[in-house]
């Protein structure tokens, strides 16, 4: 839908933000937000989207520019003040309470904006029943799937009806339908006249969503574009600029794979946490040269799967084999030196935050028994450091500084290059991509392919459905703590993943 009339409802000009380091995050920005449009954010991963939003949303200030709202120059204190004024925010990672129940979430939210409980949740069930939403009201938030989650963030956001909506990668880690039914709330609202800034990576929403597009490069506007007409290859360029954009890997199908017996085989495998049985009964297998993939909602049964396989969570039942060896009750240590590698889902994980490129790459060799202490032979731990560093494209000033100041992207590169410096010969990977640019996501992924031509069993545990269609020799869906089919990724159609991963929407 066209804007409505020619006085945009928000607008940033000339915004610079430099953060206390010296980093320049933005570095002026003008942008114009009409009523009744769906205006897409893109850029690579530090451009400045999330700074922009942030800064709308009052939630910190810009060092210089200004913002205008409704035809006024606003100065907003913090997000309570912008929500008021009719501007909300979903984030990616929610902001709900989670040992709080859904009702008294949003009876919380509501009081602040000056809803008895009673009018909250009232408006709540309507709009539940407004977009066919089926919310627990008397759930706890912390039970409930990510999918969930954001219905309950999206309720609350339009309680009273805003007149700014800005999502900041709100699809990276639900299911396609619940892509589907925020897509069917972003229209609505659209309709009614609200601006909406949605920030995304996911380069095919921009034309199924978005009626305007403006990529972002390093702090600055580089276009601003009718959604409809620009192509992904289009903006892609535009993102990345002068560099090449790396090419996706493809992947052969499975070949010799099948012949050799299994690397890691899960039998019958139970999961306890907390008392509740998260894992039930779970039986898969990964052969050299093969990629399993393993998909599904977030919250059904994926990590603890993943945990109990690389041994942080005790096994309540059933057996793990790793290369031929029964490692269930073995500690983590022992499966690492067999030859397992981990790549968790957090980035954070992956990495000593407080260490260098250099203790990190060192840490993952003694690990895997592939050095010696207490005289560490810094000058190899070096040379492989270089080695990798230059394959893989990791950017950074110092192998001394602090993995902390690497951006999300080059951390995970590095992650990825101790992996490949231990040369194990199975790796579990979780969510690999998960919020990285399109640039960064290709050579990840051909990374991963790499791996597995030289032979290395991969699971590959993932919410990204393209990512693990396009670079799984299988697919295995979860749901409940099931795995409810294990196809050729070409055997499946979309909707049948769709309905498997989330049952009724
Ligand atoms: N609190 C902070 N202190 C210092 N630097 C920051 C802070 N927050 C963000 N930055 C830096 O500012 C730049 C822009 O970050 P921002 O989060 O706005 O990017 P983004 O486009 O949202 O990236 P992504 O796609 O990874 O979410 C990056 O270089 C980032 O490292
Ligand atoms: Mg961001």
């Known amino acids: 839908m066209a804007a409505s009339g020619s006085q945009p409802l928000l607008a940033v000009r000339d915004l610079v933000k430099v953060y206390p380091d010296g980093t320049v995050a933005l570095n002026g920005v003008s942008l114009d937000f009409m009523a009744g449009e769906v205006h897409v954010l893109l850029g690579e991963n530090g451009a400045g989207k999330t700074t922009l939003a942030r800064i709308i949303y009052g939630e910190i200030r810009p060092t ?4 205008i709202y409704e035809g006024r120059r606003v100065l907003f204190r913090g997000p309570w003040e912008a929500i008021r004024a009719g501007i909300r925010m979903i984030y990616q990672h929610f902001s709900l309470v ?9 009876a919380l939210y509501g009081s602040r904006l000056g809803l008895s409980r009673r009018e909250a949740l009232e408006a709540a069930r309507r709009l539940a029943e407004e977009y066919g939403f089926r919310i627990p009201f008397d759930a706890r938030v912390s039970d409930l799937p990510a999918g969930i989650q954001q219905r309950v963030e999206i309720v609350k956001a339009l309680l009273v009806e805003p007149r700014v909506l800005i999502l900041d990668e709100p699809t990276s880690l639900v299911s396609p339908l619940d892509v589907e039914a925020l ?10 006249g609200v601006a909406i800034l949605y920030i995304t990576h996911k380069l095919r929403e921009v034309g199924v969503i978005g009626d305007r597009v403006t990529v972002m490069r390093r702090g600055r506007v580089v276009a601003t574009l009718p959604a409809k007409k620009a192509t992904v290859d289009q903006l892609a ?9 790396p090419e996706e890997p493809r992947i052969a199908a499975a070949g010799a794979a099948g012949e050799r017996g299994a690397a890691l085989r899960v039998e019958n495998l139970r999961v306890v946490r907390e008392g509740f049985e998260a894992v039930r009964g779970v039986s898969l297998e990964v052969r050299p040269g093969e990629i399993l993939g393993v998909t599904g909602v977030a919250g059904n049964g994926q990590d603890e799967l993943v945990e109990a396989i690389v041994g942080v969570l005790p096994v309540a039942g059933g057996r793990i084999t790793l290369l031929g060896r029964d490692v269930t009750r073995e500690p983590t240590w022992v499966r690492y030196r067999l030859g397992l590698a ?12 407080e260490m260098n490129a250099l ?7 003694l690990g895997a028994g592939k050095l010696r202490g207490p005289f560490i032979d810094w000058g190899w731990v070096a040379k492989l450091l270089v080695k990798y560093v230059e394959e893989l494209g990791v950017v ?21 290059a101790r992996i490949l410096a231990v040369e194990p010969r199975v790796l579990v990977a979780v969510d690999p991509t998960h919020g990285l640019d399109i640039a960064t996501t290709r050579i990840v992924h051909s990374i991963l392919a790499e791996m597995r031509s030289r032979g290395m069993a991969i699971l590959l545990v993932s919410s990204d459905l393209d990512e693990v269609l396009q ?10 703590g099931r795995i409810v089919s294990i196809k050729k990724p070409h055997e499946y159609t979309l909707e049948e993943l769709g309905r498997l991963m989330g049952g009724a929407a």
């Open 64 to 67: 210089s520019g200004e913002v």
């Open 98 to 106: 989670g040992g709080f129940t859904v009702a008294d979430n949003i």
């Open 183 to 192: 897509f069917r709330v972003i229209r609505g609202l659209r309709e009614k």
């Open 237 to 245: 360029r535009l993102m990345i600029g002068e560099r090449r954009l």
């Open 342 to 353: 981990y790549l968790p889902g957090s980035r954070k994980l992956s990495l000593v935050q």
């Open 359 to 365: 203790e990190n790459l060192a840490l993952g060799l």
């Open 396 to 416: 950074m000033h110092s192998p001394y500084a602090p993995v902390k100041h690497l951006s999300g992207g080059n951390q995970q590169k590095l992650a990825l």
């Open 471 to 480: 670079l799984s020799d299988r697919v295995a869906v979860m749901n409940s």
